[in-house]
């Protein structure tokens, strides 16, 4: 039998109602995850055993929409409340995620701007985002690429190989503890890393010879758990927007740009036009990444129009 998956307790937050909480407590109620979202009915993982139960008409009407990642408590085989979340990536469409596991990879080529949204994306959501640089086994620059750039900006870098298995051990130990979503462009090899992670046998993308891009593969999202470890798929994506994030607010998303947030002559600097930036100087004194400040201005001025738009 195995274990409750270490971060479902963790990231459970306490919600201050007696009755539920007695019941969890005389264990009247089951606590668990939601793996699996299936026409009205939800997979649930708790003290090693899954089931497979509807939810109670009323949460519906309340306005609580059960999804993956999601802590429920349940008895009599139906989903009796939703606890509240830590995190909620409407890009993963995944609840509680801890880490955002940002998967590149030398063909397709990777899409440093769409990274960049997802970095900032998983700050703005409190989850800690890592880069792993999948195909190890094909030669690229990336991975220099990668750490001269991003090692001030997300947690970890890893560089792996789902055909070799290549630096798996090391992306796995970091990953033990979390609860960890992954994410990335179509045939990236997202589902390659988790089949062999975890022994499965998901389809992969065969990646169109013509256009090296592939199609999306897959389509549905589903937790797998072994040994401490609790990690979900996602289908990859192209070209998104960046959502729930003002363009005032993008800086604070940036860790290399923390130390000089707030610090620029201008009260409220953009970073982007105003003279004496601290984040200017920064850029160019090399401190920080060019090509990342670059992307910033880029997602700056979409947010900006976007808000135009709205207002
Ligand atoms: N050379 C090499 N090819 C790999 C590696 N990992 C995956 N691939 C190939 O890359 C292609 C895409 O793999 P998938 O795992 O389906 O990619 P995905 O990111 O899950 O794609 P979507 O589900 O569409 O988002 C497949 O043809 C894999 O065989 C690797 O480490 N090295
Ligand atoms: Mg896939
Ligand atoms: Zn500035």
């Known amino acids: 039998m195995r274990a409750t998956p270490p971060s479902l307790h963790s990231r459970r937050k306490f919600v201050n109602d007696g009755d539920f909480n ?3 407590k005389e264990k009247l109620l089951i ?22 139960i509807p939810a109670r008409g009323v949460l519906k009407l309340r306005g609580k929409d059960i999804k993956v990642g999601d802590v429920v408590s349940f008895s ?14 409407p890009r993963t469409n995944v609840a509680n995620v801890g880490m955002i596991n940002i998967v590149i990879a030398p063909l397709p080529e990777p899409d440093f701007l769409l990274v960049d949204k997802m970095i900032a994306e998983a700050y703005a959501g409190g989850a800690k985002p890592v880069i792993t640089i999948n195909k190890a086994d094909l030669s690229s620059g990336l991975a220099d690429y990668v750490k001269d750039n991003y090692s001030l900006a ?8 789902a055909e070799t298995g290549e630096g798996i051990k090391e992306l796995v130990s970091f990953m033990r503890g979390s609860f960890v979503a992954f994410a990335g462009q179509s045939a990236v090899g997202k589902t390659s890393l988790i089949n062999r992670i975890f022994g499965t046998d998901k389809t992969v993308n065969s990646l169109s010879e013509k256009t090296l891009r592939g199609r999306h593969t ?6 797998h758990f072994s040994d401490g470890l609790e990690v979900i798929d996602t289908p990859g994506f192209s070209s998104v927007e960046l ?15 923390e130390q000089f947030v ?8 953009s970073h982007t036009a105003e003279p004496d930036c601290l984040i200017k100087e920064a850029v160019s004194s090399g401190t920080i990444s060019y090509d990342r400040y670059q992307r910033y201005l880029t997602i700056y001025k979409e947010l ?4 135009k738009r709205k207002y």
């Open 22 to 24: 007695r019941r969890i």
């Open 31 to 52: 606590l668990g995850t939601v793996c699996k979202v299936s026409a009205n009915k939800y997979k649930i993982y708790a003290d090693g055993e899954f089931y497979f």
């Open 154 to 161: 997300v947690s970890a870098v890893f560089c792996v190989s």
């Open 262 to 269: 707030g610090k620029c002559y201008y009260v409220g600097c």
């Open 76 to 89: 009599n085989d139906v989903i009796e409340n939703v606890e509240e979340r830590s995190s909620f990536f």
């Open 243 to 257: 959502c729930g994030v003002k363009s005032n607010e993008l800086d604070k998303l940036y860790p290399e740009f």
């Open 304 to 307: 900006k129009e976007n808000e």
């Open 218 to 223: 897959t389509t549905s999202r589903e937790i």
